[in-house]
């Protein structure tokens, strides 16, 4: 079980940038992937960017080059850089962690700690 804090969320205009952090609390030696979830009102949480622990990295087609998903293993930390900001970006935006060994990695069953989430709020 491990502990999730996200941070960086924000309001910006169309074509902004923002760059979310998570710490990440207690032990970590057995999770098998971090990943960054995003659920807007009345919609499902959906997958964004997923980094396991070989370094492989997943993107949802939706982010098209404009995201970045990162992780220092040093600090405990896993951050998503956004850029080029859209206002269908709008969303709450969740740290994800899974002990878990899963196929289909942006899904968000297969994952079973969260954190409570950090808003992001893009303008047109």
């Known amino acids: 079980q491990v502990q999730l804090v996200e941070s960086g969320g924000g309001s910006v205009q169309a074509g902004g940038s923002l760059r979310l952090s998570c710490a990440v609390f207690g032990n970590t030696a057995g999770l098998k992937s971090l990943g960054w979830f995003r659920q807007a009102p009345g919609k499902e949480r959906e997958g964004v960017a997923v980094?396991?622990?070989?370094?492989?990295?997943f993107y949802a087609d939706f982010v098209k080059g404009r995201f970045a998903i990162s992780q220092n293993n040093a600090e405990n930390a896993l951050y998503l850089q956004l850029n080029n900001l859209k206002p269908e970006d709008t969303a709450m935006y969740y740290c994800?962690?899974?002990?878990?060994?899963?196929?289909?990695?942006?899904?968000?069953?297969?994952?079973?700690?969260w954190g409570q989430g950090t808003q992001v709020t893009v303008s047109s």
């Open positions: 980094i396991d622990n070989d370094g492989r990295t």
């Open positions: 994800a962690a899974t002990t878990l060994i899963t196929p289909w990695p942006l899904r968000r069953s297969g994952y079973n700690n």
